[in-house]
Structure formats: C-alpha cells, structure tokens
Antibody, heavy 122, light 107 residues
C-alpha cells in the first residue's frame, strides 16, 4: 500500500532553517510527483510547491520563493523540503503528498504523509 | 493568483441528511477542481478529482459537479464518519490554492 512517512516534529528559532523528509513506499517513486502542503494551527491548507521526481523540476508558490527548496533522492525514494529564514508564522504542520502530476498537467494529490509539526519560537 | 471561496463556512447536519457544499473560483478553472476531506488531527483525504471523478475507495454517496467557476460537493446521505472539514483545491494554475474549508458537524 502507498505510504509516505515523514520525519518528526521540530522546534526552531526564528531565522533558522528546517529540513523535513518524506520516505515513500508502495509505488514506483518516479512515476508520481511530490507536493508539499502546510497547515497552520487551526487554519486551512496552503499549497507550498511541487517537485517532479522524474526530472527534478519544481514549482513553488511565489509567497515562499527564495526561502523554500524541494529535492528528492530517487535511490531511497525520499523527498525533502527545506524552509529557510523561519518566522513565527511558519509554525505549521507540513505535509508531503503524492501528486499524480509527474512532469506536466493538473496537480492531484492522492496520498498524504502523516504530517510534521514545525514550531518556530524564540 | 486564483482565489477560492467556499460556502457555507460551517454547517450542522443530521445523519441521513443531504449535504451540499459550494466552491467558487475567482476565474474559470474549467474542471480542474479537487475535493478533500480532513478529520481533526489527520491528513486530508482525496474524495473527488477533476470536479466530478470519484477517487477509488470513496463511497458513492459523495459526488462532485460543476465547471468554470462554480462547483458543488454533495453527500447524498450524511453518515457519522462524514463529520469533518471539506476543502476544495484548484489544480488549474500555480499556486494551486485551496478554499478556506467547510466544517460539517453534528446537529
């Protein structure tokens, strides 16, 4: 069965960086993209970006451009998301998710990781 | 950016009720619209993709319709496990924005 297992909760100080990992199993990793979505406490869902596991192409939301980097390691079927220059409003649960968009086309997120809480606090 | 709105923001329903949630896009997105269900403390779950296609394993009481700017998610007969928050997401253009959510609770 499809599984996306994320790294654990993190507490970071403002200005620091965080790296969240997402290990996929149960499907051919390079046949699907990976999207990242975050959810601040008590708030809605915010799409952060997408990476093609096939060719490494990325799309990021303009809001996070310059602070976020998404990568993959196809040898271990693992995706990574790094967010830099953290602020208090980056406190959220960060989800990785399998996306049917492999290289082009519409994005459809069909399986989600369990989420990783990142808390930014001095 | 395409803005997504949902109405109502919350509703109360009884088991067996027909529930309808509306999602509106700020510009035409054709049929590039997905619906997700999220329960407290859990990751979202895909219900409907491409406006009206039922995700595998999702009960047939869920259905989606619409195109252009106006979309609807319908639960034909609300079940106890359907009390949750529902989000629409446009998959037409970057950033692939979500609606603010509709919380469905027990009347």
């Amino acid at each position: 069965q499809v599984q996306l297992v994320q790294s654990g909760a993190e507490v970071k100080k403002p200005g620091a960086s965080v790296k969240v990992s997402c290990k996929a199993s149960g499907y051919t990793f390079t046949s699907y993209g990976i999207s990242w979505v975050r959810q601040a406490p008590g708030q809605g869902l915010e799409w952060m970006g997408w990476i093609s596991t096939y060719n490494g192409n990325t799309n990021y939301t303009q809001k996070l451009q310059g602070r976020v980097t998404m990568t993959t390691d196809t040898s271990t079927s693992t995706a990574y998301m790094v967010l830099r220059s953290l602020r208090s409003d980056d406190t959220a649960v960060y989800y990785c998710a399998r996306d049917r968009r492999r290289t082009v086309g519409a994005t459809t997120i069909d399986y989600w990781g369990q989420g990783a809480l990142v808390t930014v606090s001095s | 950016d395409i803005q997504m709105t949902q109405s109502p923001s919350s509703l109360s329903a009884s088991v067996g009720d027909r529930v309808t949630i509306t999602c509106r896009a700020s510009q035409s997105i054709a049929s590039f619209l997905n619906w997700y269900q999220q329960k407290p403390g859990k990751a979202p779950k895909l219900l409907i993709y491409a406006a009206s296609s039922l995700q595998s394993g999702v009960p047939s009481r869920f259905s989606g319709s619409g195109s252009g700017t106006d979309f609807t998610l319908t639960i034909s007969s609300q079940q106890p496990e359907d009390f949750a928050t529902y989000y629409c997401q446009q998959s037409y253009s970057n950033p692939f924005t979500f609606g603010p959510g509709t919380k469905v609770d027990i009347k």
